[in-house]
């Protein structure tokens, strides 16, 4: 039996027979798949969609269900909620976010389309209540709308892209509202009469000797199938927080974390672009985050490093302050919290009391620091903050607060032992439109790609806003669908 792999392609000329053909096929049955399959559906392309699981979702049911939108004046719930938000703020913001290499081209399209793909995902029968939720929440609690989900009112972002908050979160009861998402889209795809097949793990791409990408190899009942997709295959296979191989070539700092975020995950679809020339970006980039802000008391503390030593402005998103942790010396960071603002954190988050004491050079000494240090740090901290300033790290006035009401805490953050979830944000270079490119900039031909397979959006770990994947995955879904569906 021919040995198939996701490192390089099998080679077309070898296909004996086609066991299926259709214009487009796709591969994994995500958000983003789901949206591609839609999008070519409804351009008059025949589909055929396979997942590996035994039913639709990925990391995308895994998910709060909530998508970063906004611009254009602002959707319905923002404005209702007071805020205009302008294309021009949005993409300021998502430019910030996206880091050193921002992909430019991507963000300044979804500014733009932002609204339209609002008013999408209502058409696709995605509820939205419309109200606004304010203050540092991770999920709505019930079934509103709106919320802060990034880091839009803290410094540096709030200096040069105007605040709104953008996190617009299904209509759903509690945390968890992306199982809920991926039932509406599958409904939409079933409709739609997308050929799906469950239970699919696809084992290889399937490409001619001048380098298109002609269709698949796929596992169905315990057998290799052959698949002709006469326009393109597109990839929404997800990330690799799954594959510990992967992770220790590409992303060796999340070998440090042990919650992964996801379901299949497993870098296939990135291995298989890559295995017929496509350059996969960004590797090494991630999301974490551990859901210290709830009590969002906590926020008006301050964090210190195994040394004492503040390193970031705590009223920033809980992901972008999460990740800079990992940045810091050691295994464990310190919020630093007096009575009045003293709470348990979610038990979920396994944060422990380090020490407490009557005053801060005792807690010092409780944790084993040279005096003058985690001390030194609170007083001038306290300084300014009695000021109602943050000169060193710019927290908001809103969250300053002199740490003068004993006893005093600090709570102890563990990388190896508190809850720290990840997710990858490396992938396939694509344009915004789907097709991936190779190393040298050139398209890929016959291949398409979006989600957490590519490098999209959400590119850099310190700038992720809760949101972002989805917004990705959704929208460039649909890009890719549409033009794989429009490929002769």
Request: contains cysteine; charged residues 20%.
């Amino acid at each position: 039996m021919t040995d198939f792999t996701t490192a390089r392609p099998f080679a077309h000329e070898q296909v004996e027979r086609w066991d299926a053909e259709t214009d487009v096929a796709i591969v994994g049955f995500g958000a983003a798949g789901a949206c591609a399959a839609i999008e070519a559906a409804e351009a008059g392309a025949a589909v055929i969609l396979f997942e590996a699981a035994s039913g639709s979702g990925g990391a995308s049911a895994l998910s709060g269900g909530e998508i970063y939108l906004g611009g254009g004046g602002g959707t319905d719930a923002q404005r209702a909620a007071g805020f205009e938000d302008s294309t021009q703020a949005l993409e300021t913001y998502l430019t910030m976010a996206g880091g050193p290499d921002a992909d430019t081209a991507k963000i300044a399209l979804y500014a733009r389309e932002s609204l339209a793909h609002y008013q999408w995902l209502k058409d696709q029968g995605v509820p939205y209540k419309g109200t606004f939720l304010p203050g540092k929440i991770i999920e709505p609690a019930e079934d509103d709308t709106l919320i802060w989900s990034g880091s839009e009112a803290a410094w540096p972002f709030s200096e040069t892209a105007t605040p709104a908050p953008r996190g617009h979160t299904i209509q759903f009861m509690g945390w968890g509202g992306g199982r809920k998402l991926m039932d509406i889209f599958e409904a939409r795809v079933r409709a739609l009469g997308v050929d799906v097949h469950c239970d699919a793990r696809v084992l290889s791409l399937i490409a001619d000797a001048g380098g298109r990408v002609t269709g698949l190899v796929v596992r169905i009942d315990g057998k290799p199938q052959f698949i002709r997709a006469r326009r393109g295959v597109i990839l929404a296979t997800g990330g690799f927080c799954m594959n510990q191989e992967m992770l220790r070539r590409y992303a060796p700092q999340t070998m440090r974390l042990s919650n992964p975020i996801g379901e299949n995950d497993n870098g296939s679809g990135i291995m298989m672009g890559m295995g017929v020339g496509g350059d996969a970006i960004h590797m090494d980039e991630f999301f974490t985050t551990c859901p210290w802000i709830m009590p969002e008391s906590l926020v008006k503390g301050i964090f210190v490093n195994e040394r004492g030593q503040r390193f970031i402005n705590e009223d920033c998103y809980h992901g972008r302050v999460s990740r800079t942790m990992l940045d810091q010396p050691g295994e464990r960071v310190y919020l630093l919290v007096d009575n009045a603002i003293f709470a348990r954190p979610l038990d979920i988050a396994r944060i422990e009391i380090a020490a407490v004491g009557e005053s801060w050079e005792e807690v010092e000494r409780e944790l084993g620091l040279p005096g003058d240090t985690l001390a030194a740090t609170v007083h001038i901290f306290n300084r300014y903050a009695a000021e109602g300033h943050d000169p060193l790290f710019n927290k908001a006035p809103e969250w300053l607060k002199v740490l003068g009401e004993a006893p005093f805490a600090a709570l102890e953050l563990n990388v190896a032992t508190s809850f720290f979830s990840f997710f990858t944000l490396g992938g396939l270079n694509t344009r915004p439109s789907g097709e991936v490119l190779d190393r040298a900039g050139h398209i890929v031909p016959g291949l398409y790609a979006a989600g957490r397979a590519t490098s999209g959006l959400p590119r850099w770990g310190h700038g992720y806003s809760s949101g972002l994947s989805l917004a990705d995955c959704t929208f460039f879904g649909r890009m890719a669908g549409r033009s794989a569906a429009a490929e002769n």
